[in-house]
């Protein structure tokens, strides 16, 4: 982190937030993929309308709880700032590509972009965002236990700055936005799954979280229009989902006397979180999702086809530095396989998907069809 002047119209976290919005990489993540990859249409999820669900779940949480919804968004909006093109089938493709260089993982990619990638200011490099929320970003999905040997670097780097706390957990704020990101997803992605008749009212039933939804929709409104019966039952899953969150933290709260911010990361387990019963429920959801969406064959051609795009570019951008470009090439050590096998990855992983099917198209003979 970098010493600069207090802002005299906002708060550090909503400055933070604010150089989120206005980063290169948010703005990228308007054509990166969330399930369905290159879409035909133009209502289907991206990653950039995801993170905007996500922060919006995330402050209708934050605030009946009396917490920072400027930090929480922020969380919220930078979680995925580092995947990569493709979805989770470009983040599979990237990771075995650095299996011998430290692997990859999205959330740790986010971190890389916000304190090293972005190149928007003169006296530093990233965003220089508050330690809160660098904190938020690095926990939010847990601690991070273990020898300091297994952690990436830039987490290890941070960490030595700031004393992240790295074995406890991340606050209330993160926790939240980390919870939300479920809540986004399960709705939007049974919106996207029936919008693309991949999944259908009837598969749903075999939900317990989704079929109660529905019954009680074909009782309110019977012979309900299929789009306007999708915006219902995403709508209602989502307050579903919110209303058992704010229950069961509420109650956690109160259970474990928890008087400051401080005692919540050090209890030991989540304060933020689904009540038993719905946390169950959740669960089947996703298996449920897993196995009908996304595993459909349409979308594991279109994933493997992503992959292998992935893949080639690694391998010849790895192998050939000098066909990245120019300002991607300063101060890299052509020698140091590790730092242009990084240098790689990071340039590919800031793809759009689009980009990177053009890249592809101009590097090689043939582009596998995403079709």
Known sequence: MHEETEDPLRSPFQRDRDRIVHCTAFRRLKHKTQVFIRPEGDHFRTRLTHSLEVAQVARSIARPLGLDE?????????????????????????CAALSEYGGFDHNLQSLRVVTRLERRYARYDGLN?????LEGLVKHNGPLKGKASALSPVVVELNEALDLDLENYAGAEAQIAAISDDIAYDAHDIDDGLRSGLLHSEDLVEVPL????IAELDRTFPALE?????????????????????????????????ASARAITQAGEPTVGFS?????????????????????????????AGEAIVTDLFKRLQSEPELLPEVWQVELDIADERRRARRAADYIAGMSDGFAVAEHRRLFDHTPDLG
Do not use: C
Not at 286 to 302: E, N
């Open 129 to 133: 965002l508050s330690r809160a929320s």
């Open 276 to 304: 038993e019963n719905l946390a169950r429920e959740e669960k089947e959801l996703k298996g449920f999702l897993f196995s009908r969406l996304y595993r459909h064959q349409s979308v594991m051609r279109a994933a493997h």
């Open 70 to 94: 400027d930090l929480t968004e922020t969380i919220a909006l930078a979680h995925d700032l580092g995947h990569t093109p493709f979805g989770h089938a470009g983040e599979r493709a990237l």
């Open 210 to 213: 989704t079929a109660r939804i």
């Open 226 to 258: 299929r789009s306007r019966f999708a915006a219902e039952l995403t709508r209602r899953l989502i307050t579903v989902m919110i209303t058992d969150v704010l229950v069961e933290t509420a109650r956690r709260l109160e259970e474990r006397g928890v």
